[in-house]
């Protein structure tokens, strides 16, 4: 008889698949920095049942201090563990789904399609950029009015910043993340908007991401941030999918092991 797929393993495989192929058709851009923007990038199906899979906003965890406004968070985080997946709605989903953003298969595409600014940073080649270590974090993100993050460049414990949009349609277009450059013979201190200008920002379309290559050094700073989001805006729901220089034995494991092997196969 033949074996039974893990659903969680047949899901990985499947989004993985596709999150190849979304990036082998997608060129990157250069300017101002290494980035790349993706759309269609979970099967439409896929991403369907994700948005009806998004866990309750209570067991959301509050963010950073910074995040707090007049009636509460602006900014709400719910790290996708391996512990937290089981406790949320459709767990072999979201198993699925983080196995995917974490295999290795996606880290070594990515690295490679943001290899000019990677290989400035580390000081290699660029064909040697995808071996470069990468392990993720995914995190789920609910954003609301009146958050707002400025211009910065990401810590170097990162290598790539990637970000997945999960809106439902496209009502909330404007509510993208912008890139930035500092603007000539500006004042170090001041508001931000007058010491930094627009290059460009990316529509907050359903089933869209972006990613770039981290650098914050003084020739090279990855600029990137959100403006205040307005009054009546809705909720900016995201998945924030990171690479960092250094793994997590938390964000690991999300396929049992025994079916782990379907993973390329299934």
């Given at each position: 008889?033949?074996?039974?797929?893990?659903?969680?393993?047949?899901?990985?495989?499947?989004?993985?698949?596709?999150?190849?192929?979304?990036?082998?058709?997608?060129?990157?851009?250069?300017?101002?920095?290494?980035?790349?923007?993706?759309?269609?990038?979970?099967?439409?199906?896929?991403?369907?049942?994700?948005?009806?899979?998004?866990?309750?906003?209570?067991?959301?965890?509050?963010?950073?201090?910074?995040?707090?406004?007049?009636t509460?968070?602006?900014?709400?985080?719910?790290?996708?563990?391996?512990?937290?997946?089981?406790?949320?709605?459709?767990?072999?989903?979201?198993?699925?789904?983080?196995?995917?953003?974490?295999?290795?298969?996606l880290?070594?595409?990515?690295?490679?399609?943001?290899?000019?600014?990677?290989?400035?940073r580390?000081?290699?080649?660029?064909?040697?950029?995808?071996?470069?270590?990468?392990y993720?974090?995914?995190?789920?993100?609910?954003?609301?009015?009146?958050?707002?993050?400025?211009?910065?460049?990401?810590?170097?414990?990162k290598?790539?910043?990637?970000?997945?949009?999960?809106p439902?349609?496209?009502?909330?277009?404007?509510?993208?993340?912008?890139?930035?450059r500092?603007?000539?013979?500006?004042?170090?201190?001041?508001?931000?908007?007058?010491?930094?200008?627009?290059?460009?920002?990316?529509?907050?379309?359903?089933?869209?991401?972006?990613?770039?290559?981290v650098?914050?050094?003084?020739?090279?700073?990855?600029?990137?941030?959100r403006?205040?989001?307005?009054?009546?805006?809705?909720v900016?729901n995201?998945?924030?999918?990171?690479?960092?220089?250094?793994?997590?034995?938390?964000?690991?494991?999300?396929?049992?092991?025994?079916?782990?092997?379907?993973?390329?196969?299934?």
């Amino acid at each position: 008889m033949p074996t039974a797929v893990d659903p969680a393993c047949a899901i990985a495989a499947r989004v993985l698949d596709h999150f190849l192929a979304r990036i082998a058709a997608t060129a990157a851009i250069q300017e101002p920095f290494s980035h790349i923007y993706l759309e269609d990038l979970f099967p439409a199906d896929i991403y369907s049942r994700l948005l009806a899979a998004l866990p309750n906003p209570d067991i959301y965890d509050t963010a950073a201090e910074r995040y707090r406004g007049d009636t509460g968070f602006v900014r709400r985080q719910l790290a996708l563990t391996t512990v937290a997946v089981d406790q949320i709605p459709d767990p072999a989903l979201w198993r699925g789904i983080a196995a995917a953003l974490s295999a290795p298969e996606l880290k070594q595409a990515m690295f490679a399609r943001l290899a000019p600014d990677l290989a400035y940073r580390y000081g290699i080649a660029a064909d040697a950029v995808p071996d470069l270590p990468g392990y993720t974090r995914p995190t789920l993100y609910r954003e609301t009015d009146g958050f707002e993050i400025p211009p910065h460049p990401d810590t170097r414990k990162k290598v790539v910043t990637m970000h997945l949009y999960l809106p439902a349609d496209e009502s909330q277009l404007g509510l993208g993340t912008a890139l930035y450059r500092r603007k000539l013979l500006a004042l170090p201190a001041g508001p931000w908007r007058w010491r930094f200008e627009k290059v460009k920002q990316f529509p907050f379309k359903p089933n869209s991401a972006y990613a770039f290559a981290v650098n914050n050094t003084l020739m090279k700073r990855s600029w990137h941030g959100r403006e205040r989001l307005p009054a009546g805006c809705g909720v900016r729901n995201t998945l924030l999918n990171t690479f960092y220089a250094e793994p997590r034995a938390e964000f690991t494991g999300y396929l049992d092991p025994a079916a782990q092997p379907q993973l390329a196969a299934a």
